[in-house]
């Protein structure tokens, strides 16, 4: 054995001695932030999307494959939301480290329990994700769940730097409960506040605060509503009223807020991710102000 | 040679090696990994250590809030029980055309793919695409794609995919749409309009397609950047099959794209198509006016470039967006040429030369969500042609065939398409029409995702 083949191999082969930042590639603007959150500096997070795009509908563009293409950790929420666009970045990256079954493809929906799944499967019920609802990050309590598996990943991935990413996760958990005992203190009045809903994107949040989801302005799941289909769901809020019409930053204003105006309720665009809202510029603002505007809506 | 060396390698790093001197490599590997597990194991104690300190100091906080709702187990499996089986999709496309009745269809001063259906008047039913596609197992990906329409069923596509490889490398086997131009590997049902562009069909009929193998690799860069080779049995116009043994067509392309602030993306690229025909059988009008059959033989050799770029505000396509796209192109194609038929071609061979042009530029906007509105203009350059000895029975035409199409569509749901377009068509001398379509396009079951 020649030892500068040796010396050679063991420079380009060895994980110890590599120290590279771990690529992240973020489906969406919470698992980028969480990411963050875990890694620091160490690790290099790159968000394919932001909070004022859809993430059902995002263009497999050009840009997302060569991000892909440098990825060692795919960090996405999966339970279908990607559908219409991860495949291709994940075909085409030639990457086969962040494919699915590897250890660097991740899936939030993976790790909490899923709302919403469908008995039926049929498209005349519109766009329905066929796993349960994948709008998992609406309840902080959720995103818990997810940095502890993400973190045991990114030491699994990075094993040179595990014991970084599990001090952080520690300190992360510290600040993110006490947060959550904050918010939950701080929401008691919104349990039982009745809500209209633009689309199926805030189960997991109703199913937090305690909120009542009393009409969705979606005839279908992905189908936008139509002027009379608006105006029976202002005819069904007389019979019973919501506080508020709520949606997601990234969606159509304009049925919330015709709605809003013909129901004489307050129309709430909720961040719903970070980067949603000029106060949502973490997980901890993303929460802080998605709080303090139902808490404004309920007063 | 390059293109052989990379797909030696690929085909090396995909198919696990036997060859002796892999015995030396292996014995390295066994020794790395003893060393590394020795290493291992050493800092893996020396984490936990580190661990247990930190979970002492950080023990009141270090699992999920206790919260009031109760703890639900994580789901671990997937919920769809079909996950396994591959995906299936059905396309159903077809409608109504108006358009005059003219038998033989010609682009003026081209030979083109006389297969290459002209569509039906009145109503009719396009083919029907079945497509079927699914991860075999860790290493490959396998894609079926069959047209289907009265006694006849068509195997457009049927190929592997690696991928394991990595290092961007992608090889694909079988039967499969060339990746050169940016419409090549979009079926009809996912053009933007109800007809294809005059560039393609000139130049292939519909899109290129052959059996054989393709090299894809994505450079490790911010910019996107694809390079792509490809060997084939070069049977498909502009090609013949040629009942040999080796490589009967290669192409080569590369594409660069990447984003302009958040709300513009873009991709463009250049592709060579070489490949050859045998007596390709092609239809030409004398200078008597008749039409004559010609027989090339020779080398056809296709130049592309192509472009895209696409909007939408702040990235979110779903209210609005635009998407422009143009190509064009360069063929030459030299060899003989026989003409048989009317009374100047009596089987007559001749030299043939041609060095032709032609493009589309098109772009489509939706400006209200499920609406899109769109407008395409055609146009075809003849170019230089000489026809050897055949010239004086041959005219040379320098009409420039052109296209002008407008369409608008509806689509209720991302299932759905209903599509209405009036095209304005010159492709020949005296067969100026204008032409209206209706076309309705349903995908059944799953819903592939759709590439930039
Ligand atoms: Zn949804």
Redesign the interface.
């Known amino acids: 054995m020649k030892p500068f083949r040796l010396f050679s191999f063991l420079f380009a082969a060895w994980p110890v001695f590599a120290h590279a930042a771990l690529n992240v590639f973020a489906c969406e603007p919470e698992w980028g932030a969480l990411a963050t959150e875990l890694g620091g500096d160490a690790v290099k997070v790159y968000t394919a999307t932001t909070a004022m795009q859809d993430p059902h509908h995002i263009e497999a563009r050009p840009s997302l494959i060569a991000q892909m293409r440098r990825a060692n950790l795919a960090v996405c929420t999966g339970a279908e939301l990607e559908i219409g666009w991860l495949p291709v970045l994940l075909q085409q990256s030639g990457n086969a480290a962040i494919q699915p079954g590897q250890p660097g493809y991740f899936e939030a929906a993976r790790q909490v329990a899923l709302l919403e799944k469908p008995m039926v499967l049929d498209r005349a019920q519109g766009d329905i994700h066929a796993a349960g609802n994948p709008h998992v990050q609406t309840d902080p309590r959720n995103i818990a769940r997810v940095a502890q598996a993400l973190a045991a990943r990114m030491a699994e991935l990075d094993p040179a730097r595990a014991a970084l990413y599990r001090a952080r996760l520690a300190g992360f958990n510290t600040r993110w409960n006490a947060a959550i005992a904050r918010w939950q203190a701080e929401a008691a009045p919104l349990r039982g506040m009745p809500i209209a809903v633009q689309h199926l994107g805030f189960p997991y949040l109703e199913n937090w605060l305690g909120l009542k989801q009393v009409a969705v302005l979606e005839p279908k799941p992905g189908v936008a509503p139509s002027v009379g289909q608006l105006a029976d769901v202002a005819a069904r809020l007389k019979a019973t009223p919501a506080r508020a019409v709520i949606r997601a930053a990234y969606q159509d204003p304009r049925p919330s807020e015709w709605l809003a105006a013909h129901a004489g309720i307050p129309a709430i665009a909720l961040p719903f991710t970070v980067g949603g809202s000029a106060r949502a510029g973490d997980l901890f603002g993303l929460f802080d102000d998605t709080v303090d505007q139902l808490l404004r809506a309920a007063r | 040679m390059l293109r052989p060396a990379l797909l030696a390698a690929a085909l090396a790093a995909a198919f696990p090696a036997h060859a002796d001197d892999q015995a030396d490599l292996a014995?390295?590997r066994a020794?790395?990994q003893a060393?590394?597990t020795g290493?291992?194991a050493r800092?893996?104690a020396l984490?936990a250590r580190?661990?247990k300190a930190?979970?002492a100091?950080?023990a009141p906080?270090?699992?999920?809030?206790a919260?009031?709702?109760p703890v639900?187990?994580?789901?671990?499996a997937?919920?769809?029980p079909g996950a396994f089986n591959p995906a299936i999709s059905l396309i159903l496309q077809g409608g109504y055309a108006n358009l005059k009745d003219i038998p033989a269809r010609q682009i003026a001063g081209f030979l083109t793919n006389d297969a290459a259906s002209t569509p039906a008047r009145g109503f009719s039913v396009d083919d029907s695409e079945l497509v079927l596609a699914s991860?075999i197992d860790?290493y490959f990906?396998g894609y079926f794609n069959a047209t289907l329409n009265d006694g006849s069923v068509g195997v457009e596509e049927a190929w592997f995919?690696t991928?394991?490889?990595?290092?961007?490398?992608?090889v694909k086997g079988g039967r499969f749409r060339s990746g050169i131009g940016y419409q090549n590997e979009q079926h009809p049902h996912a053009w933007d309009f109800a007809t294809n562009n005059l560039m393609y069909q000139t130049l292939f009929g519909e899109g290129y397609g052959n059996d054989g193998l393709q090299l894809?690799?994505?450079?490790?860069?911010?910019?996107?950047?694809?390079l792509g080779a490809e060997i084939g049995r070069g049977a498909q116009f502009p090609g013949t099959d040629r009942n040999r043994n080796g490589a009967g067509s290669y192409a080569l392309y590369g594409?660069?794209?990447?984003?302009v602030g958040?709300s513009n993306?873009?991709?463009g690229g250049v592709s060579y198509l070489s490949t050859r025909a045998d007596a390709r059988t092609g239809t030409l009008t004398d200078s008597n006016g008749t039409l004559v059959d010609t027989a090339f033989s020779g080398d056809s050799r296709t130049w592309m470039a192509d472009f895209v770029w696409?909007w939408?505000p702040?990235?979110?396509?779903?209210?609005r967006n635009f998407k422009f796209a143009a190509e064009l192109f360069r063929r030459e194609e030299s060899g003989g040429l026989s003409c048989s038929g009317g009374l100047l071609c009596t089987g007559s061979a001749g030299a043939y030369q041609a060095t032709q042009y032609g493009g589309y530029a098109q772009a489509a906007y939706q400006f209200m969500?499920?609406w899109r509105v769109g407008y395409r203009y055609d146009v075809l350059d003849p170019g230089s042609r000489e026809y050897g000895l055949n010239d004086t029975a041959l005219p040379r035409t320098d009409y420039r065939p052109t296209r002008h199409s407008l369409m608008v569509d509806y689509s209720p749901?991302?299932?759905s398409r209903l599509r209405l377009q009036v095209t304005q068509d010159r492709a020949n001398v005296g067969q100026d029409e204008n032409q209206w379509y209706l076309r309705y396009i349903y995908s059944l079951g799953t819903?592939?995702?759709?590439?930039?």
């Open positions: 014995a390295l020794e790395v060393m590394k290493y291992e800092i893996q984490e580190l661990a930190e979970a100091a950080a906080s270090a699992a999920p809030a919260s009031a709702a639900e187990a994580a789901s671990s997937p919920a769809n991860n860790p990906r995919q991928i394991a490889l990595g290092h961007g490398l992608t894809r690799w994505v450079a490790p860069t911010d910019l996107f950047t694809e594409h660069i794209g990447g984003d958040e993306s873009w991709r696409k939408a702040l990235g979110n396509p779903t209210v969500p499920r749901s991302e299932f819903h592939g995702a759709h590439t930039f």
